[in-house]
């Protein structure tokens, strides 16, 4: 059964500091890794989607790499900025039938200190 | 922009009730889901549907079930509510698996039953 991982469950940093949220994995069968930022009391928004072919997708301040041998994945923030403040989910897709059911870790509380 | 939209952002209802949730997305996309989101034990998948009259159980469909009449709505229903499914309730949509796009989330409903 595919469990995530993602350590630390809270990360507090000052601001402009560039950053790193693991995310880790048990089954290297997978059709993609999402992150996902969510706001307190909201629902998610989608950051990043890599494919199970692919090493990396970047957008922005944010990088996302994937290393499906070792069952990681790194979201990199570069000059971390207040507005970052969130919780970072990452989830995993792992095929089932006509549908890509997504295995969530339970998240990266990050604090931005201005 | 894909707009998934969730009836009702709180919801309070009595122990016993016949409880519905609804979910429009207004993008055409194939396949759409149900998520609860519990603190400590993160997002956990209900129910999902990959096409209209199509539903399929996910990690946890005990005491609920789906309907989804037409593409473009997916409606959660509690039978008989009872404590233990006050949570916050998230509804996402995607493309279809093919399309390896983003799941795009509601804002949640936050049910709790008392």
């Known amino acids: 059964k595919q469990e995530v991982t993602q350590i630390p469950a809270a990360l507090s940093v000052p601001e402009g500091e560039n950053l790193v949220l693991n995310c880790s994995f048990t089954?290297?069968?997978?059709?993609?890794l999402q992150w996902f930022r969510q706001d307190p009391g909201k629902g998610l928004t989608s950051l990043l989607l890599?494919?199970?072919?692919?090493r990396e997708q970047t957008s922005g301040r944010l990088n996302a790499s994937l290393d499906k041998s070792s069952g990681r994945s790194t979201l990199y923030i570069a000059a971390s900025q207040p507005g970052d403040s969130a919780t970072y989910l990452c989830?995993?897709?792992?095929?089932?039938?006509?549908?890509?059911?997504?295995?969530f870790g339970q998240g990266t509380t990050l604090q931005v200190k201005p | 922009d894909v707009k998934v939209t969730q009836s009702s952002r709180y919801l309070v209802k009595r122990t016993g009730e016949k409880v519905f949730l609804e979910c429009v997305q207004d993008?055409?996309?194939?396949?759409m889901f149900w998520y609860r989101q519990d603190p400590g034990l993160g997002l956990r998948l209900i129910y999902f549907s990959y096409d209209v009259k199509m539903k399929e159980k996910g990690d946890i469909p005990e005491g609920y079930s789906v309907s989804r009449e037409k593409k473009e709505r997916f409606s959660l229903i509690l039978e008989s509510a009872s404590t233990n499914q006050t949570s916050m309730y998230l509804c996402a949509s995607e493309p279809g698996q093919a399309s390896n796009q983003p799941q795009h989330f509601g804002d949640g409903t936050r049910l709790s039953i008392l």
């Open positions: 089954d290297s069968a997978i059709y993609n």
């Open positions: 890599i494919q199970s072919s692919q």
């Open positions: 993008m055409d996309h194939e396949n």
């Open positions: 989830a995993v897709g792992a095929p089932s039938g006509n549908t890509g059911k997504l295995i």
